[in-house]
């Protein structure tokens, strides 16, 4: 097989030896444009899980490279005149170009043709190839000449970069933060050999301008950037090597393959340097797709390199698409650090590992449990939150939570979720079962499903309402339940659902998406614009209209306070009758209440002002949104940081942040704790409490989204619906013994141990993957702690 690599970075290199380890006689040839010394930036930083993936592909090369390694264990952060430490990570660095002169020796040893300095202009110069690997970077010529069938995609993004090194000593990957009168910049710094580390300075586009940097060469760079950091670098000076200032591009294309030809490393796609995985990437490419021709056996012509290259395509993508995610939310933390800024330094320091959502708290507690057990404490005392009897402070999920005269007894919150088995209305034995078994689980706050104003208000015939006395009752039976056997606190979830309305039950045919059959009510809205197309026409609302529907949200609040619920609710968002006026997709108004946010928001905040009228002073309120509607054109990020100040000011006490439903053409982008950047957007720029909802899968997102300062409290909606004793169960595993457990259940609750026979804070899991496989590479040993959690000043 004839095998041509347009490009000689890791990639190209890396895949010429894996395909002439598994065929000698395969004819190579890599074309690098560069000499053989040329490359851009520093330092290369792997994983010793990547590790494992290079010893098991090439055990040579991988001997090779890990004799020049460095090895460290801890993460430092300098932040605010302190630095907060943390270990267990498992890193290893080295020299890029050294890097490339190992990769470069490897495949002239196992007979593959190198060539230099030669430009190649496109594919067509090599019509005798069998396979051509595309592997020439980020300006990929290759990809950039048939964008029409790769699609690349190039998201430039907000940042500033300068790729510098140093000669400053360092033991650890290091974050520096410091402002100055311009803005916030940090440096990501590593060592990678003796006497010389990587030190990439960032900040925002604005920041660097308004420094006069967009005007500097590298002279002018170094003098700066060694001024900043003066107090880091402690007179050891910055070094250049191509040093200019640049923006990061997200890379990623729609296909990776055409006949023979398949794009590697940064020409297929891109992970930014803040996870450190843009060599990984390249190189777990080069393993995935050899691995793909090992399995599949000799190619006996094109149909079969085609299938190969289809086959690890098809393999390949959702591993690069995971990592470019959280590759991507890490970037997104670096461009808005100014809204972390005021956090203190080991709140500040979690909420910086947690970015990416790859290291969650209980990974943390694997990995360094002196930190967390300094994060843990932190928290603890800043939430008020007091020790337990054997002195341990508890898990963020279990410190207490005060809104006006409320107190709940932990962060946990049992999210709103519709149970269609109402009838006419009223709520049965079934909302009793169900709410009352997740207040007997733990969870500090329950709120009911959305409970319709008005019989029209409801979304199928299947939902509650609170508009009659004997409804009021129903309620008042679940609620004095709760008061009566739990400590958990019940609130009442109020909406109308609009133009979502007079649909049938989710589990019928045609779901909730389809009209009923025959008995459809008239539905209101913002505009005259049916939710889904073929759907019923909502009739636009007048302002008498209005005030009907203002009347009856008040007349269902007082019936609430008759049913004795602790907490309010108002229901803003997924696309229901106030959302349908917040959305710029489903208020085409030209009135006073339509156009700006604050037009789309004057019908919703009469609402909600005359809910607040009626409702007791002590008692909360709160409001859920939808933070995006996940659609062009939807809610901007000024307009939810408006709407959020506006309900602040109105007197809510809580904002219940949720996103989507508003529009039929949403394209959510889901993940782990995918809404929280919402919440956390919220909580940061307006200054009111957040509850953070979506894809929060259990203990450790809670407690992860907690720490990190991204929310006050979690409501959890899926995994209650499986365990509705989620808490109770966290509070075992926590070894948190002061959770108020029922009384007849108090005989299968733990009981505490002496500290000596606790289990370990590493709650049964694993350490990282460099332990797990008996150690570092070559007898390196991973270091111990070498300094306090935290050194101030």
Aim: a negative charge; one cysteine or more; glycine letters at 8%.
């Amino acid at each position: 097989m004839k095998i041509v690599s347009i490009g000689g970075g890791p990639a190209g290199l890396y895949a010429a030896i894996l395909f002439k380890r598994l065929d000698p006689l395969a004819d190579i040839t890599v074309i690098e444009r560069n000499r053989p010394d040329d490359t851009f930036g520093w330092g290369v930083v792997f994983s010793a899980e990547t590790l494992g993936n290079l010893e098991a592909a090439d055990p040579e090369s991988y001997r090779a490279i890990t004799e020049q390694f460095i090895y460290w264990d801890d993460i430092d952060t300098h932040y605010q005149g302190s630095v907060v430490s943390s270990t267990g990570h498992g890193f290893c660095g080295m020299s890029r170009m050294r890097l490339l002169n190992l990769l470069q020796a490897r495949c002239r040893e196992l007979g593959v043709e190198l060539r230099f300095e030669q430009e190649v202009a496109g594919v067509h110069e090599f019509p005798e190839a069998d396979l051509i690997l595309a592997a020439d970077g980020i300006n990929s010529r290759v990809r950039d000449a048939d964008a029409e069938h790769f699609g690349p995609q190039l998201d430039w993004r907000k940042c500033r970069f300068a790729w510098l090194g140093t000669t400053r000593p360092m033991d650890a990957f290091t974050f520096v933060f410091e402002a100055d009168r311009h803005g916030i910049w940090q440096a990501h710094a590593y060592p990678f050999e003796d006497g010389l580390g990587t030190f990439i300075v960032e900040t925002r586009e604005e920041t660097w301008r308004a420094a006069g940097l967009d005007q500097a060469d590298e002279a002018t760079t170094v003098a700066y950037c060694e001024a900043l950091f003066a107090d880091f670098l402690e007179g050891h000076p910055l070094l250049t090597n191509r040093s200019i200032w640049r923006s990061f591009p997200t890379v990623s294309c729609r296909s990776w393959v055409k006949d023979n030809v398949v794009l590697l490393g940064d020409a297929c796609h891109t992970a930014h340097f803040s996870i450190g995985s843009g060599t990984k990437l390249a190189m777990e490419d080069a393993i995935a797709l050899v691995e793909v021709f090992r399995e599949l056996g000799p190619p006996r012509g094109p149909a079969d390199i085609r299938a190969a290259l289809a086959e690890y395509e098809d393999r390949r993508w959702v591993e690069v698409l995971k990592l470019q995610k959280a590759a991507q939310t890490s970037l997104e933390w670096f461009e808005n650090v100014e809204r972390y800024a005021h956090q203190p330094p080991l709140a500040f320091n979690f909420n910086l590992m947690s970015r990416s959502k790859r290291i969650t708290w209980d990974n943390m507690v694997a990995r360094d449990p002196e930190y967390m057990a300094a994060v843990k404490s932190d928290f603890a005392e800043r939430a008020g939150a007091p020790p337990m009897a054997d002195g341990r402070h508890p898990e963020p999920m279990f410190a207490p939570f005060t809104l006006r005269g409320l107190s709940l007894a932990n962060r946990v919150v049992v999210s709103p979720m519709c149970q269609y088995r109402a009838e006419d209305g009223l709520p049965n034995d079934w909302h009793f079962v169900h709410l009352a078994s997740r207040a007997i689980g733990g969870a500090g706050l329950v709120i009911t499903e959305m409970t319709d104003v008005s019989s029209e208000g409801r979304i199928s015939p299947g939902c509650a309402c609170l508009e009659t006395p004997e409804q009021m009752l129903a309620w008042r039976r679940i609620v004095d339940f709760v008061h009566a056997e739990t400590p958990a606190k019940i609130c009442l979830q109020l909406g109308h659902a609009g133009r979502k309305g007079s649909t049938r039950r989710p589990w019928e045919p045609g779901g909730d998406r389809t009209p009923l059959a025959e008995g459809n009510w008239p539905l209101l809205a913002a505009s005259a614009i049916a939710f889904h197309p073929g759907g019923q026409v909502p009739k636009a609302m007048d302002e008498a209209d209005m005030e009907a529907v203002i009347a009856d949200h008040r007349h269902s609040a007082e019936l609430a306070i008759a049913a004795g619920f602790d907490m309010l609710e108002l229901h803003m968002a997924h696309g229901y009758l106030l959302s349908s006026f917040i959305s710029p997709l489903s208020n085409q108004r030209q009135d006073a209440f339509g156009g700006t946010i604050e037009g789309r928001m004057r019908f919703p905040l009469a609402v909600f002002d005359a809910i607040r009228a009626v409702w007791p002073a002590e008692r909360p309120m709160s409001v859920r949104i939808s933070a995006s509607d996940w659609a062009p054109g939807g809610l901007s990020d000024a307009d939810l940081v408006a709407l959020a100040g506006m309900l602040k000011a109105q007197g809510c006490d809580l904002i219940d942040v949720s996103s989507g439903q508003t529009s039929s053409e949403a394209d959510p982008e889901y993940g782990r704790m995918y809404q929280a950047p919402f919440s956390e957007r919220i909580r940061l720029a307006v200054g009111i409490p957040t509850l953070s909802v979506g894809a929060i899968q259990g203990a450790d997102h809670v407690n992860t989204l907690l720490a990190a300062g991204r929310a006050d409290l979690c409501a959890l909606a899926r995994p209650h619906l499986s365990n509705p004793y989620l808490t109770l169960q966290a509070a075992q595993r926590y070894d948190y013994w002061d959770m108020p457990w029922p009384k007849p259940y108090l005989t299968v609750k733990p009981r505490q141990r002496p500290a000596r026979d606790r289990r370990s804070e590493s709650l049964g899991l694993p350490r990282p993957a460099f332990e797990a496989r008996g150690g570092w590479p070559a007898a390196a040993a991973a270091p111990q702690r070498r300094r306090p959690v935290i050194e101030e000043g």
